[in-house]
């Protein structure tokens, strides 16, 4: 809960500050799928939430791997290259989002396996990407 309100504190201090977080240039259409893919990842968290909270473990891990976990790796690989936002973005920034599939496999695994316990520890893991890149990186 600390590292919530502080990430908070710095987001307000961010938001009085001009952006320093780093510029990801990507093309035009790599952007666009960039941001309906985080689009879509937030309708698959709320949507992971919802199940757990309603002791629907085993569908939250089908949730977490088929649309956040290693299995939707590689979803663009048929798109022209300018528009895979992947092979386009800083190295660092790519590996962050890489991070961000192996914990939604992790989730997952314990989520299947019926493991509330070990799901519910490893929840957070699932944003913690998501809060590292957005805080790190912009793409306009």
């Given at each position: ?19 320093a ?28 939430l ?9 569908e ?10 290693q ?25 962050i ?6 914990a ?24 913690a990407?998501?809060?590292a ?8």
């Open positions: 809960m600390k590292a919530l309100f502080a990430i908070l504190a710095l987001a307000s201090t961010m938001a009085m500050a001009e952006d977080r780093q510029l990801a240039v990507l093309p035009v259409p790599a952007q666009e799928v960039l941001r309906q893919d985080m689009r879509d990842n937030l309708v698959a968290l709320n949507e992971i919802s199940l757990m909270a309603t002791g629907k473990l085993k939250a891990g089908e949730v977490a791997e088929s649309k956040l976990g299995s939707a790796m590689g979803k663009h690989r048929s798109k022209p290259f300018e528009a895979r936002p992947g092979p386009n973005m800083p190295p660092a920034m790519h590996s989002g890489m991070d961000g599939h192996r939604a496999s992790e989730f997952a695994a314990a989520a299947q396996a019926g493991d509330r316990d070990k799901a519910l520890a490893l929840l957070p893991n699932l944003t990407a998501c809060v890149c957005h805080f790190s990186y912009r793409i306009r």
